[in-house]
């Protein structure tokens, strides 16, 4: 019996990576500014991107943030016959939820549902979750599910299924989130969907990676190892800063035209698939938009002229002994309201505007980040 399953393991890890396109779709953001509610929207649900990243002992709960730019979201299968979700990819979090039949609230209406009595594989938990936001909350119970994520399947995975939600997310374009933090950081009490896949023998080795495109398709996250058709040179390897649940590291320096404009002494970041910006302490974020010649408005975002964003300079971060250059192509957003930067006031966190110009892996067998020039 131990060697069938030896074989089994073995045959399991020889499939190779996994790879798990991405869309990029339409953000919040945009659902809102189409319909005119944008702004009834920032002040009803205010973004507040470094809220799950503090300590549990000064959080009630673990805080559910409304990011209106965030826009990538890839597609598993939970129960049997699985039952079809678009999740968000969250390296900032580690519970996987969605919404389920039994909720009644309007965001779970513009969304999919999950139906445990259509399932076979369903095993119910007493236990439920909550996870709070500013202005609303989500919650519901929790149960174990076969789920379905590309060609593998992760078994008795547990997962939370809603049967309330907060009015901001009806107009997200992903059902659930599925979160690729640590352990120690899951609200719901149980193993990570990402560690399952290791500790069932389903991936050849302990990491994942992301390819952010600019584009609506050609993002992928990669499970068990790198796709080097996505990135151009060496992966540089940092390791992770002090014992964390979140995927932190640190910066020694921020600079522009060689001069130190933040991250002045070192600073630690969080590297966030689920944060849209480059987040930032205040003094340190309006010091780069500055340097951009960037105007902020009462809300904190910055716009520069469109006209000159091709003269502006590249911002460089030092980490690890290397140096990141993000240029004006790609911390420069533009929409149809005009042009604005990618860094916004709160904790340190590297978001979506860093992750697209360069490959990211997520070593966590090692505790390392790596980061390689997207192509």
Request: with cysteine; net charge negative; charged share 10%.
């Amino acid at each position: 019996m131990k060697s069938a399953l030896v074989l089994l393991s073995v045959l399991a890890v020889s499939q190779g990576i996994i790879r798990i396109p991405l869309m990029r779709g339409k953000s919040a953001r945009q659902a809102l500014e189409e319909r005119g509610l944008f702004e009834e929207y920032r002040r009803k649900f205010p973004h507040s991107p470094a809220a799950k990243f503090l300590p549990q002992n000064e959080q009630s709960s673990v805080p559910l943030t409304f990011d209106p730019r965030g826009t990538y979201y890839g597609e598993i299968g939970i129960g049997s016959p699985p039952q079809v979700f678009k999740v968000l990819f969250d390296t900032g979090s580690a519970d996987l939820w969605i919404p389920s039949v039994s909720c009644t609230s309007s965001a779970c209406e513009t969304h999919s549902k999950y139906n445990s009595s259509a399932s076979s594989t369903f095993q119910a938990s007493p236990n439920t979750f909550h996870i709070s936001y500013y202005s609303g909350f989500i919650s519901g119970s929790t149960g174990y599910e076969l789920v379905k994520i590309s060609d593998l399947y992760v078994e008795h995975q547990i997962f939370g299924f809603t049967d309330t939600e907060a009015g901001f997310l009806e107009f997200q374009p992903w059902d659930g989130i599925l979160g690729l933090a640590f352990p120690g950081l899951s609200n719901e009490g149980g193993t990570p969907l990402f560690n399952n896949l290791w500790n069932q023998g389903k991936i050849p080795q302990n990491m994942f990676s992301m390819y952010l495109s600019s584009s609506v398709e050609g993002s992928v996250l990669v499970l068990g190892g790198l796709d080097s058709t996505h990135y151009t040179g060496t992966m540089n390897w940092i390791p992770l800063y002090q014992t964390s649940n979140f995927w932190n590291i640190q910066i020694q320096s921020i600079t522009i035209n060689g001069n130190t404009v933040a991250c002045s002494g070192s600073c630690v970041a969080t590297v966030d698939s689920g944060t849209s910006l480059i987040i930032g302490p205040d003094r340190d974020i309006n010091n780069i938009n500055g340097w951009l010649g960037a105007s902020s408005d009462a809300d904190g975002v910055a716009s520069v002229s469109c006209s000159i964003t091709n003269l502006l300079p590249d911002v460089v971060f030092n980490i690890n002994g290397y140096s990141f250059a993000l240029p004006p192509s790609a911390y420069i957003m533009q929409s149809g309201s005009g042009c604005t930067t990618g860094f916004a006031s709160g904790s340190w966190i590297l978001g979506e505007v860093f992750m697209r110009q360069f490959y990211t892996a997520f070593d966590v067998g090692q505790n390392r980040v790596g980061f390689a020039q997207a192509v």
